[in-house]
Each structure stands twice: as structure tokens, then as C-alpha cells.
């Protein structure tokens, strides 16, 4: 349970908050192992939802599910040059089986793509054969040193895509296919607009050819990287001999893509999200939509309000919201609690809707719903309650994606900008900044260094500046893009 | 694809037959990590419907997923003396992490009481906390030195459930209703019946106070253990400390429950319904329930039928079985192979029912429904192919319980019996022997060591024979209880 200390206020210590909301609406918590996190089950029945979500995305792209071996030979890593040495160093390798020493130790996998092209190697001969579209949900490891509550974990929850296609163009198309659907997603779903667009040469993943991503700002304006999708190009086909033949005839090397969102999503979920009362979860993740609180002094009442409560329970989980989904509803009979205090717990853990149900309201045949949202109370008819509950939640999911969009373009600055001045919104505050690149590597690794800001993206056209800078934010030459700066956890 | 060879008859090798049904069918196939196989699409689309329904059969019951650590110190395993025991020759270890060698070294879960409980006794303070009802989706690895595609495997894909309650009638009550659903599943879903009963001690689970098990009988008449479900007494709470304040104001240690099933089911489900021509899955649990299969010769056949055919898959998709459930069809389109080899191809893979379609049962208004299970064809007008089609999968569902049911009963064998014949019967076709058991663990061990069978169970009464043997089947004094004797997976 909740305990009643005030929270830390975002503004006091964003981390401190983050930290507190996570742990004490029992999101998570730490465990015995460095590192390794627990996933409790409210912060499991949000990630369930996405997935459950997601998946019938990916299955209406027509991928399909499969699962391939947690452990990874490492002479396997090493065939894809780029990758081993992205990967190599953070793995956690098995020595000993059965115990006994191994002949060859194996990999804790960090990723897939080796063992998973292997495997396409033995299954694809023909071009009858492609497009091969795979998606794998299961657990990664990478060896982290400083670990964040479900954004920097040594183990976490993914699904990773890996396809294969006869030509590059299938490839990129797919690559770019499933960036939009996480886009989507995350917008859809969890009411978190993200700028997309291709990461540099020098963020791109390990082996890969090109590299897209969904960039979300938080609310301290730090950039999360939230989904990522590769074009592979044929490195891991020439590494893994991943052949067949084309319609033609000849034989020809397979371009594979993959692409992965994580349990990261769940954090960044609070910390777009979130407020100084606690967590607040958009309606269409939330495992519990609407909590009825009931409210009573005499032990009368406390029967007659029970007895309409459970009755009022029942009817909304049979109101249909939108087929095939039911109203989500809890009620907290707990009788060792004041309402108030029901109250903050419900508003610390997120829950979208609460409905406050008292002896008056009965005989008024009224109820109150209250916003987490907004905070705004109504007064609404037992006979219409379904409805309007309904409508406000769909409002509210609406009006949280509105709300994290505005507060991201309030805190993004576009145009003509001095270094100096960047430093600073760097050093201070924090911002998106839409600056000229001209392109070359060491401006991008000389910025970095000096204020920890990266490139997130080379924005898409749609998000890229009307009136664009034209000299590179760093050495003053003409600008060749527009680059999207920020700090980033 | 799978290949035109036929298949090893179950007679011939039954399994080498399972062997190919598994490979052929593409449910599952090896990966160059010794012991480690790959679950294909059509596999784990199996396991995913197995995962819905007891997903759901889990919520039901009030359990909750979450998601705790796939490492574990090495000294948690070491806690319950028990559990060490027969836990720690078969674990992988992890002795190095990001290039250095770790303090302690970390076990890769082969099941997670020590980390789960561990939580559990962070969790729980007072009797409000209790029932705490937790369920985890995981893999998790044991070092198996004989493997085999779904039966055995170093990692397998399961759900272990972990409870905590205030007093032994509680979590024996929740071992006891956990064993109910999957009985359930198993009969429900799986079409595969069970004898449910506890195991003896030298085959309960190394740490548990009791263990319970379903039993499923094979085609070759060996038994699969298919589900487990444990009363954990208070072995765990002990050695982790998981105590908590009693209603009377008291500490006690908690009582606890685990219980598990993994995707050994497949291999079960396979065993139970597979015949010569190969897969046969139960409707209920079918990614593909009905395939339809086109029939033409001519080129301005194959538009007509072509047509015909997309249009009542989207008619039948739409028909609705039961809320929410929708038919699930798949077109074979394929215009490389003759109608003859994709009826194989489907049997061979499972799908229930075909449906043949040409252009004199387009004119007709007519199509050829084909059950998977019995081989029956019958005509079908085009108006009422939902309803019929619908109707047969339910029939389908229930005589696949009724064969395996019946072919159990055919092949077990109550009542006195001398010990030669159980010895010949258990090295000749095999069979589920219900025998008189002294009750020493002397007689067990000499018939296990003698004969490789072992006792499944000790039966639940509705299981028991009306006449039950009055002798023990090896020493011949008076038996105390019944036992399940049979050889095993």
C-alpha cells in the first residue's frame, strides 16, 4: 500500500520524483539482483496492454510470432563486425551448464538478430520464401552499469521484429512501416507524440544500415528514444549466408530489417504523463479505467452504499464502450481507510476516472466523477453514467496527447540560435532544438561533449522547421540538415 | 513447405514419428545451441491460444502477472536445503557480466520460488496483504543432457504461479483449484484428458510439501506429466523470512503455493491427436481453423474460383462463432501446387477443416467440407456454411476428447495383476496400471529400477477403480492405496 508522505515535486528533483512515483504506485521495485528489476502488476497490466495492443498491430502488418533461443554461441556475435563490437562488451556470458565447464560460452542475448538470421539461413531457398516477417516477445540482457527503473535495466521486456526481403527497397519500406505503426502507438495509445526521422552514422544500432526513431520529450526535456527500427541492409544476410533465389533465377543475399520497443515505455509513460500527485495513466492502458469509492459514516449507510456500489459496478462493466472492450472498474470496499485517503492513493496509482458514491448520491440518484486528468469534478445521473464515463475517457485520452504536444512545442526552439545560447538551454532548462548540421561528424561529437546533447534525429519533413537555421550550430558553415538536438536519458 | 516424403507411421517409431510430425509441421525446429530448440509460427501459435486461455482462467481466479528477475544469486538457491538439492546440478551460471568476472555468480531461473518469495516477504506485513496471488510468463533454463523438441529442452517457455495465504487450508485449497484449471484446459481446450492425483514423496517437487499432478496418457500409452501444481508449506516463507502480523495481532510464517505449465504441452497436445498422415489440432485451440482450398483447372476457372473463394473466407470470417470469437480461415491461394498437395500439406500441418472449392461447386451453390479428425467429406450448401462449418468444429472438439478418452481407458489396465505381467506389459506396448501399494518407498524404488515405471499418481478418488487391487504389485502385502503406475516422458 501507498504510503502518505507527500511526494518529491517534479520541480524539486525530476529523478527523485520519477524514482518515487514508480515505487510507490507499486509500478516496480528493485531486487536482490544488481541492477534487475521487478515488474509488479499494476506496472505489468500496463505493459501487458501495450503488448496485447501492438500485437494485433504487427499482426494486422501480417508479421507473426515465433520464439528463438535465449542463449547466443558467441562466435556468433562476432560474425557481424559492427555488431560484436557494439554488443560484445555489455553481455553476460553462461560458463557453466550441468556443471560443467562449456567447450564454447554462451551469450545471454542482447539482441537477436545473429541467432535469428541463422535460423532464416536454413528456412529460406526461394523468393516464394520472402517477405519472412517474425516478431519475438521475450527478455534481453545488457550488462548496464547505472540502471534506471524500467528505462536502464540489465534484464527487460521486448518484442523484436526481424524480417527479410528480396530487395532494399522492401526492406526500407517495411523499416519505415513499423516505425509508423510505433508512432501510432504511442500516440494513440499512450498519448505521447514522438518526432521521428533517421538517427546519425554515429547512433545508428550495430550493423545496421540505417537506423529510425521515435524520439518522445519528457517532462524534465530530456528526449527518450522510445522505439527504434532498423534497415539492416544485407550485413547480417552476407555474415549469416542468408541466400535464395530470385525469381530470375540467380541467387541473391536477403535485406533484413528489425525494429523493438521495450518495457522503457512504461517509464516513459510516467514521466510524460505524471504529475505531483502521482502517476496518471491514458484510459486506453489503463488496467483500471474508473475506481468507485464509496463513502459512508454509519454502519446504515455503510450497507446501503455498498449495496448500490456493487450494483453500479456490475452495470458499468456490462456497458459496452467500444466492442469489444468493457468498461474496466474497481471498487475499493476497503474498510479500514477514510475516502480521502482511498482518494490519494487512487490519484498516486494513476487510475483515469474516480466515481465517489455517498448516501445522498443514492437518494439523489447522482453520483461524483472526478478527472485525474484535470482534477475537474461533475455531477452526473445514475441512469446516464455509462455513457458519460465513457465520453470523458475518451476525451481525456484525447486531451493528454493535446497536452504532452503543447508542452513539447513550448519547450522546443526552432531557427537561428548561437552556440552560446544553446549551451545554456542545454546547462538549464532543456529543450528539443531544431538546429543547421553541417554534417560532419566531429561538430556532432564536439557538441556532445561539451553539453551532452546528441543528435536525436534528422527530423521527417512533417517535423522539420518551416524557416530552417542555414549555418551548422557548431562551426558556422552552411547547414546541410536540420538535426534534432537533446539531452536524453 | 513441408516435403512430399511420407511420414514414419507411429507404428513403425513412434518417435521418429514425432520427431517429423514436430519438424514437418513447422511447429518447432532445432537451433545450433545445443539442446535449445526454435518455436516456428505454427508452434507458437499454438502456445499463444494455450497462453489466452489460461491467461484468462488465471485472472478469473483473482491472480495477477508480474515479472520478477531471470537471475538468481547463487546463494537464494542454496536457502531451501531441498530445493538446492535438486535444483543445482541442472542450472546454467553466468560468471561474467560486462568483461568482468562477478562476485557472485548468477543462476539462470530453471523456476524462480527463491526470487519470488523473496519479494513476497518485502510485500507482505500484515493479514490484509493475503492472499497474495501472483502469476509470471517466463522462460526459464535447466541443463538437460537428454533434449527433446517441446518435451525437453535446456529453456522452455512456462507460467509459474507463486501464491502466499495466511494458514496450510488455504494454499492446499489453491493447489487443489489450480489442478482443477488445468484439468479443465487440458480436457476443455487441449481435448486431452488427465488423471489428476499426488505425486508419492520421492517424486514431489524439491521443496514442496505436497505436489500434485495431471497425468495424460500418450499414443505410445507413456504418460506425460503435463501440469503441476504444489502446496509449498511453509519451507519457503521459512527460509526467507516471509512472515506476517495475524488478525489476532500475532507473527506467522506464510504459506505458499506454485504450480506450472509449459509449452511440453504442445508435445502433449501432438502425442494426443497426431495421427499417420500427421498434426491433428484441437478447434478450440487452431490458429487456422478452416483452409480453404481451390479447385482449378482452366485459367478463366481460376478467376471464378479465385473470386468465389476470397469472398466466402471474408463471409466466414465475419460469421461469429461465440462472442467474441470469428471463424478463423486462411485462403490457399498458392498457384504452384496441385489441389492434392496442399491437402496433404494441410493435414500434415492439422487445420480441422478443408473446404474444397471448384467451379461446378460454384455453380451448385455448394462446397466439400473435409474433418480433419475423422477424414468424413460431406456437401455443404454455400448459404449455411458458417452454421455447419461452425457446428463441426464444435462436434470436432468433443469427439477428439472422446477418442483420447476412450483410447485411455482401452489401454489401462485395474484390478489385481501379477508382477510378471506388469513387467511384460511395461516392456511390451505399455499402459497405465492401476496397482496395490504397500506405501514403502522400498517397493517403488525396485519397480522403477526394474521396469522404468514410475508411479504417476496417486490417483483421486473419482479415478480410482471400483475393485482396487488388495496387494502390493511388487512385495504382496496388503496395499494401503492405489497408485497410477506407468512408464513416462
Redesign the interface.
Known amino acids: 500500500m501507498a504510503d502518505d508522505k507527500k511526494l518529491t515535486t517534479r520541480k524539486q528533483d525530476f529523478s527523485a520524483w520519477y524514482n518515487e512515483v514508480v515505487l510507490r504506485a507499486e509500478l516496480a ?1 528493485y ?3 544488481r541492477g ?6 499494476d506496472g ?2 500496463i505493459w ?1 496492454r501495450m503488448q496485447r495492443q501492438l500485437d494485433d498491430m504487427f499482426k494486422a502488418t501480417g508479421h ?10 558467441q562466435s ?1 556475435l562476432a560474425k557481424e563486425a559492427e555488431h560484436v563490437e557494439g554488443f560484445a ?11 560443467k565447464l562449456l567447450e564454447e ?2 551469450v ?1 542475448r542482447p539482441t537477436s538478430e545473429t ?1 535469428i538470421y ?2 532464416f539461413a ?2 529460406v531457398q526461394s523468393y ?1 520464401d520472402l517477405p519472412l516477417l ?1 516478431n519475438q516477445w ?2 534481453v ?1 545488457r ?1 548496464e ?1 547505472r540502471t534506471r527503473l524500467f528505462l536502464r535495466t ?2 527487460f ?1 521486448w518484442q523484436e521484429g526481424h524480417t527479410a526481403h528480396a530487395t532494399h527497397d522492401e526492406a526500407e519500406e517495411e523499416a519505415r512501416r513499423m516505425l509508423g505503426v510505433y508512432r501510432d502507438f504511442m500516440e494513440g495509445y499512450m498519448a505521447m507524440p514522438v518526432v521521428t526521422g533517421q538517427k546519425t552514422n554515429s547512433e545508428r544500432f550495430a550493423g545496421a544500415l540505417r537506423t529510425f526513431s521515435c524520439e518522445a520529450m519528457m517532462q524534465d526535456n530530456k528526449a527518450l528514444q522510445a522505439g527504434t527500427s532498423h534497415n539492416l541492409g544485407q550485413n547480417f544476410a552476407k555474415a549469416f549466408d542468408l541466400k535464395f533465389q530470385t525469381e530470375a533465377g540467380d541467387e541473391a543475399f536477403a535485406w533484413n530489417t528489425s525494429w523493438g520497443v521495450s518495457t522503457r515505455l512504461v517509464g516513459g509513460l510516467v514521466m510524460t504523463h505524471g504529475d505531483d500527485k502521482g502517476l496518471r495513466v491514458p484510459p486506453l492502458l489503463a488496467p483500471t479505467e474508473i475506481v468507485i469509492v464509496p463513502i459512508w459514516r454509519t454502519d446504515d449507510d455503510k450497507t446501503r452504499v455498498l449495496d448500490a456500489a456493487h450494483k453500479l459496478k456490475a452495470s458499468l462493466v456490462d456497458w459496452e464502450r467500444r ?2 472492450n468493457r468498461l474496466r472498474v474497481h471498487l475499493d470496499a476497503r474498510d ?1 481507510m477514510k475516502p480521502g485517503a482511498k482518494y490519494c492513493e487512487w490519484e498516486l496509482r494513476g487510475v483515469p476516472l474516480r466515481l465517489e458514491l455517498g448516501p445522498r448520491d443514492i437518494d439523489a440518484n447522482q453520483a461524483v466523477l472526478v478527472r485525474r486528468d484535470t482534477g475537474v469534478k461533475q455531477m452526473v445521473s445514475l441512469d446516464s453514467i455509462g455513457e458519460e464515463a465513457s465520453a470523458l475517457l475518451e476525451e481525456m485520452q484525447d486531451s493528454m496527447l493535446t497536452a504532452a504536444r503543447d508542452r513539447r512545442e513550448a519547450n522546443s526552439l526552432r531557427g537561428e540560435i548561437t552556440y552560446d545560447r544553446f549551451r545554456e538551454v542545454m546547462e538549464g532548462e532543456g529543450a528539443f532544438v531544431y538546429a543547421g548540421w553541417c554534417g560532419s561528424e566531429e561538430c556532432e561529437r564536439e557538441i556532445k561533449e561539451d553539453t551532452k546533447a546528441t543528435i536525436r534525429v534528422l527530423p521527417d519533413e512533417e517535423f522539420r522547421s518551416a524557416e530552417p537555421a542555414t549555418r551548422c550550430l557548431k562551426c558556422g558553415k552552411p547547414s546541410t540538415m536540420e538535426a534534432l538536438w537533446a539531452k536524453a536519458y
Chains 1, 2 share one sequence.
Do not use: Q
Not at 36 to 41: A, K, L, S
Not at 89 to 99: D, I, L, N, R, S
Open positions: 521495485d531486487s536482490p539482483v534487475c528489476m521487478v515488474i509488479r502488476p505489468y497490466g501487458e507473426r510470432n515465433a520464439y528463438f533461443p535465449l542463449f547466443i554461441p556468433f562488451p555489455e553481455t553476460a556470458v553462461v560458463t557453466h551448464g550441468g556443471g560460452p554462451l545471454v541467432i541463422a535460423m536454413k528456412w516464394r517474425i521475450a527478455n540482457v550488462w552499469m540489465l534484464e521486456l466492442e469489444p479500514n
